[in-house]
C-alpha cells in the first residue's frame, strides 16, 4: 500500500507537472542523442575508415591512351611487372549490354583477382561460377533482380531476341561506378561479345613504390597512373577522429550534467514550500531524498529512452550521408546510454537533495 | 494534565527577537484562541509548539517530550505523531489531488487507506470532489481538504494559523463547524485568528504582543 503511494506520487510528479518534467528529460534526451550518436559513430570509425581507404587497394593503374590495350602493351605491362612484388593484379574489360531491352554496362573479369585489388568489394551470395554473374547493387533494385534468379544479356546493339542466360551469384556492394554495372566472367563475355583478348584495364597492387614502373611503361606508349594510398596515414586519422570525438562526448557528458543540475535545482527550488509541507507532515529526509531521486531518475530514463533510439538514428543517418554506407545499429548501445542517463541524472539530483534536506519545515507555515 | 508547557520560551531572529520570555500551559482537549497584532510572533509560537522550530532558551514539551532537546529526526517523528496542521493557504500539493492530498498525510504517519482517506473527505463535505486537482477547487474547498488532511491520522493536537483568513463567510462557518466536532471528540485546538468572533469560540484567548503574552 505504502509503496504503491510512492509510485502514485512519483506518477502524479511526473506527468501532471509536464512542462516541468518535460524541460529536465529534454536536456537528457538532447544529451544521450549527442552522446549515443557519437559513440556509435566512434565505435564504427575504424571499420569505416578502413572501407574508404581500402578503396585505394590498386596502386598502378595500366590503360591505353585511346581505345583498348592491345597485345603488345599487355605483353609489355606484363614484362615490366615480371619481377616486381604484387599483391594483387586483374585484368578488366568493359562493354555495353542489355538487360531489359535497358542498356547498361557490363564489366568482365575474375571475380577473385579482382577482390586482390578491390578489397572493398562487398558481395553478397557467392562468386560466380561459369554462366554466372554479379549485379551491383543499383542494378538489381533496379531490375528487382535476386541472387538466384536467372537473367538474360545480350550485346546493346543486338536486335537478337534470345540472349546468353545467366544466373545471378551474388550482388556487389562497392560504393562506385560497379554498382551500377554487372560483373561476369571473361567466358561470359566473350560468349556474348567475342575478341578473347580485350583488355581496357589493369589494375597492380605494388609493393614498394610503384613509381619507376610507371615510367617505365609510359616509355612504351601506356598509360600507367600511379594511385596514392593513404594507408599509411589512416592509423593517424583515425586516432585524430576518435581522440575528438571521444573528447565532444566527455564534453557533452559535462554539459548534460549540468544541464540536469540545473534543471532538477531549479525544480526543487520551485517546489520548496513542497517539501517544507512534506517534512510538516512528518516525511524523514530520506523519504524526501528517495522522491527526488526516483523522479529524476525516472525523468533520466524516459529522456534516455527517446535520445538513445533518436541517437541511434542520426548516427545511421550521418554515416549514410558522410560515408555512403549504412550503419549497423549497436544495440547493446541503448541499455548502456539508459545506464548512462539513469546514472547522470543521479548525479545531478545530488546538489538538489541536499538543498533540499535543508529546507526547513517552518516555512511552511511563515511562508512568503 | 497539561498537553503542552511552555516555559521561559524564546525565539531570536538574528537580532530580532520573535518570541520573549513566552510560558503558556495548554490542557488535553483545550481550545485556545491565539490573537496580537501581525508581527507580534504568534506563527513564531505555534511553530514552536508544532514541532517545525526549536526555541532559542527555554523548554517547549509537548505530549511529555522535551522539543527544545529534541533531534531534528525525533522532531519529524513527533509532529508526525502527534500534530494535525491547517494553513492559512492551504498548502495542498498542485499536481496531487484532494485525495491524494490527503493520502500524503497517511503516507508520512503509516499506512495509505483510500477509504478512509476518501471518509475523511465525506466528513468536510468533499466526497465527490475527492479527485479533483487542487486548481479545480475553490478556496473554501481547499481549506476542507485541508482539515481533512491535518484531522486523518487523528492527532492529539491540530494547530490552525489564520484557518479562516482566506474564507467566505460559508466556508467559514464550515470549518468552524469543524473545529467544534473536533473539540468535542477530544482533540486540542489551537488558532490563531485575527477575528474576535471567531476567537470567542474557544474556551480561553492568548494576546500577543512584541513576542510576550499580554
Ligand atoms: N524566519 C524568520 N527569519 C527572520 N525573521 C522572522 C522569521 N520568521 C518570523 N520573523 C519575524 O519575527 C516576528 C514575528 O513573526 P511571526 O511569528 O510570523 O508573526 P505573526 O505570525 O504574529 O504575524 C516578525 O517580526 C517577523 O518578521
Ligand atoms: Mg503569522
Redesign the pocket.
Known amino acids: 500500500m505504502a509503496r504503491s503511494f510512492f509510485f502514485t506520487q512519483l506518477r502524479a510528479a511526473v506527468f501532471r507537472r509536464r512542462s516541468r518534467a518535460i524541460a529536465a528529460a529534454l536536456a537528457v534526451a538532447v544529451g544521450t542523442t549527442t552522446l549515443t550518436a557519437l559513440t556509435s559513430v566512434a565505435l564504427d570509425l575504424h571499420d569505416q575508415l578502413a572501407r574508404q581507404l581500402r578503396a585505394y587497394g590498386a596502386n598502378l593503374v595500366v590503360t591505353a591512351e585511346a581505345g583498348r590495350l592491345d597485345a603488345a602493351q599487355v605483353a609489355a605491362a606484363d614484362t615490366a611487372l615480371a619481377d616486381a612484388e604484387l599483391v594483387g593484379q586483374a585484368v578488366y574489360r568493359y562493354e555495353n549490354a542489355q538487360l531489359n531491352w535497358q542498356p547498361v554496362e557490363l564489366l568482365a573479369t575474375d571475380v577473385t583477382a579482382a577482390l586482390s585489388v578491390r578489397p572493398y568489394w562487398d558481395i553478397s551470395g557467392e562468386l560466380p561460377g561459369a554462366n554466372e554473374v554479379l549485379l551491383g547493387r543499383d542494378v538489381a533494385e533496379l531490375t528487382d533482380t535476386g541472387v538466384g534468379d536467372e537473367i538474360t544479356l545480350l550485346p546493346l546493339d543486338s536486335t537478337a531476341l534470345t540472349g546468353v542466360p545467366v544466373r545471378v551469384a551474388g550482388i556487389l556492394v562497392s560504393g562506385g561506378a560497379e554498382d551500377a554495372q554487372i560483373v561476369a566472367n571473361p567466358a561470359t563475355a566473350v560468349e556474348l561479345f567475342g575478341q578473347p583478348d580485350a583488355v581496357d584495364l589493369i589494375e597492380y597492387s605494388v609493393v614498394g613504390d610503384p613509381q619507376p614502373l610507371a615510367r617505365a611503361l609510359q616509355q612504351q606508349g601506356v598509360q600507367a597512373a600511379v594511385v596514392k594510398r593513404l594507408e599509411g596515414s589512416q592509423a593517424q586519422v583515425q586516432q585524430a577522429l576518435g581522440a575528438l570525438l571521444w573528447l565532444v562526448a566527455a564534453l557533452v557528458l559535462t554539459l548534460m550534467l549540468l544541464c540536469v543540475a540545473t534543471t532538477t535545482l531549479a525544480l526543487v527550488a520551485q517546489r520548496q514550500g513542497e517539501i517544507a509541507l512534506r517534512k510538516a507532515l512528518g516525511a524523514s529526509d530520506q523519504a524526501v531524498r528517495r522522491e527526488i531521486l526516483a523522479e529524476s531518475v525516472t525523468l533520466g530514463v524516459l529522456g534516455g529512452v527517446v535520445g538513445a533510439g533518436l541517437g541511434l538514428g542520426l548516427a545511421a543517418l550521418a554515416n549514410q550521408q558522410v560515408f555512403g554506407h549504412p550503419l549497423a545499429p549497436q544495440w547493446l548501445l541503448l541499455p548502456a546510454a539508459l545506464v548512462v542517463a539513469a546514472g547522470v541524472t543521479a548525479v545531478a539530483a545530488w546538489p538538489p537533495v541536499q538543498r533540499a534536506r535543508r529546507v526547513n519545515p ?2 511552511v507555515l ?1 511562508g512568503e | 494534565m497539561s498537553l503542552i508547557e511552555l516555559n521561559g520560551v524564546a525565539k531570536a ?2 537580532d ?1 527577537l ?1 518570541l520573549d520570555d513566552v510560558s503558556l500551559s495548554v490542557a488535553a482537549g483545550e481550545w485556545l484562541s491565539i490573537m ?10 505555534m511553530n514552536l509548539i508544532g514541532a517545525l522550530d526549536t526555541p532559542t532558551a527555554g523548554t517547549v514539551v509537548l505530549d511529555g517530550h522535551d522539543l527544545s532537546r529534541a533531534s531534528a529526526r525525533e522532531l519529524t517523528q513527533i509532529r508526525r505523531q502527534t500534530i494535525g496542521l491547517i494553513f492559512q493557504k492551504f498548502h495542498l500539493i498542485p499536481q496531487l489531488t484532494a485525495i491524494e492530498n490527503v493520502m500524503v498525510a497517511q503516507y508520512y504517519h503509516s499506512l495509505t487507506d483510500r477509504a478512509e482517506a476518501f471518509a475523511a473527505l465525506e466528513r468536510v463535505g468533499l466526497a465527490e470532489r475527492a479527485d479533483h486537482l487542487p486548481r479545480q477547487l475553490s478556496g473554501g474547498e481547499q481549506q476542507r481538504v485541508c482539515v481533512a488532511r491535518a484531522l486523518i491520522n487523528c492527532p492529539k493536537l491540530v494547530l490552525a494559523d489564520e484557518p479562516t483568513g482566506n474564507l467566505d463567510e460559508e466556508n467559514e462557518a464550515q470549518v468552524l463547524r469543524l473545529f467544534a466536532e473536533l473539540h468535542q471528540g477530544g482533540t486540542t485546538l489551537i488558532v ?1 485568528t485575527h477575528d474576535p468572533a471567531v476567537a470567542a469560540l474557544g474556551g480561553r484567548t492568548v494576546k ?1 504582543s512584541h ?1 510576550r503574552i499580554k
Not at chain 2, 36 to 45: E, Q, R, V
Request: no cysteine; glycine share 24%.
Open positions: 517552518a516555512i511563515s | 531572529y538574528g530580532l520573535a496580537g497584532p501581525s508581527g507580534s510572533g504568534k506563527t513564531t509560537l490563531v500577543l513576542g
